[in-house]
């Protein structure tokens, strides 16, 4: 059998998306973050949809290969620098600009004979407490890389928050004056944002802001799309019916038989389950669209199928389109019924789904 599950991404959303982040980061740089094969978008059909970004942010120094690889030349920041000595000379080779974080890094550097020099974005921790230096070491780090002579003068200052999806939380107002009072004086660019910081918190704009979600048209702030901030996403998940079936009251369906007709009516089932990627967590009634109809999906979600209500839809049949997700049906809401992130949802698409791209 063909492959039925089918992502389609769309690179005309992803470079609108690119210049809506640039028109609200109002003149600081971007840097397209494409971690994670840009977010379960595939890493080099994103980054060539986001070829205007200043900059790419990779978690990983493979992925700065197959960047340079795929032509662009951009800076390339991995998101957590070398993570051995040995990396440093492949970051050398490759041009790609380190996040240091660590004070072994810092050694690494010191000892490191190379001689064209790194760029280097020091990464300052102001509440998060998973990567970075104390922010009140901020000046002593700062004077550490700008005496190594294998270190760029241009250093930026970074920090990431642990909380900025969260509009009104303190937390991100005390990381901003613990971030400003730590580089006050100190030269170099200031990188602060990342998605949800560029919509809720503009006082942290600083001269560059990394944006991920929203270049694929994700929201992480609760209870909202990318399509309420202007974004448009990026992905549909689509797949088809292959049985359109009659049941009657009382009629139980799938694993463990968790839900029960309440009325004679007709189930159709979709291509699809958790072994592609699509959460099996998700709670009952969560909404698929079968044609142009939202309806139910009831009963589990197995490994290759999904059982949906198609009392919605009685004139549905085999072969009828299934959308999972896409634009009109927010993968944020999909997430959200599954107590998880449209993030984690879209990185979690499995090898096979048939990954196909157009230019809307
Ligand atoms: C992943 C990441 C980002 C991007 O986060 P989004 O929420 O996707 O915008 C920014 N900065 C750092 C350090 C990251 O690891």
Known sequence: MSRLATATI??????????????QAGGARVMAVVKADAY????????????????????????G????????????????????????????????DAVIHHESQLAWLQADRGQRPLRVWLKLDTGMHRL????????????????????DDTIVLMTHFAASDEFDNPLTERQIESFQTAVDGLPGPRALSNSAALLGWPVARGDWVRVGGLLYGLSVVEGTCGSDFGYRPAMSLRTRLIAVNALGKGDRVGYAATWAAPEAMSIGVAAIGYGDGYPRSIAPGTQVRVGDVPCPVVGRVSMDLVT???RGAPAAQVGDEVTLWGPGLPVESVAAAAGSI???????????????????
Do not use: K, W
């Open 308 to 310: 949906v209500d198609l």
């Open 342 to 360: 449209s993030y984690e949802l879209t990185c979690g698409m499995t090898r096979r789904v048939l990954f196909v791209e157009d230019d809307s």
């Open 40 to 63: 379960g978008h595939g890493l080099e059909r994103a980054a060539r949809a986001l070829d205007a970004a200043d900059a790419f942010g990779v978690a990983a120094i493979a992925d």
């Open 10 to 23: 769309h690179l005309g959303a992803m470079r609108h998306n690119l210049a809506r982040a640039r028109e």
């Open 65 to 96: 290969q197959r960047l340079r690889a795929a032509g662009h030349r951009q800076r390339i920041v991995v998101l957590s620098g070398p993570d051995s000595a040995a990396d440093l000379s492949e970051m050398r080779r490759l041009e790609l």
């Open 132 to 151: 970075g230096f104390p922010a009140d070491r901020a000046r002593q780090i700062h004077a550490r890389l700008a005496a190594m002579h294998n270190v």
